[in-house]
């Protein structure tokens, strides 16, 4: 979280675009995130096709910051050192929607007392 905006905001500080920021933001966030969720989160071995499967996943985020900076940056006229950390936070939130959304599974309600199972 912190090194996507500090990728985002200095490389808007340096002139780059929109574009540019959170591609780069993206490459160095995604590797980062899943060395820690493999060693720390899950404790699952890392390899190619977990990581490759990772960064598919996040790049929902992609258009998700795009359009959040876009609205807070662009829009709004915020500055960088605000829209970014407001567009990280709306990508949590979305991102937080979506896991629990695909986490949900449908429970079987408890069989009635007295009866069999």
Avoid at 21 to 44: E, P
């Amino acid at each position: 979280m912190v090194a996507s905006n500090v990728i985002i905001i200095a490389l808007d500080w340096i002139g780059q675009s929109m574009f540019v920021a959170v591609l780069c933001s993206f490459f160095v966030v995604v590797v980062i995130g899943y060395i820690l969720h493999t060693f720390f989160t899950f404790s699952a071995q890392p390899g190619w096709a977990g990581f490759f499967k990772y960064a598919a996943v996040m790049s929902i985020n992609i258009p998700i910051s795009l359009a959040a900076l876009a609205l807070f940056f662009t829009w709004m006229g915020l500055p960088m050192v605000i829209a970014a950390p407001a567009a990280t936070v709306l990508s949590l939130a979305v991102n937080y929607a979506g896991t629990a959304w695909s986490m949900r599974t449908r429970h079987r309600p408890p069989p009635e007392e007295g009866r069999g199972p």
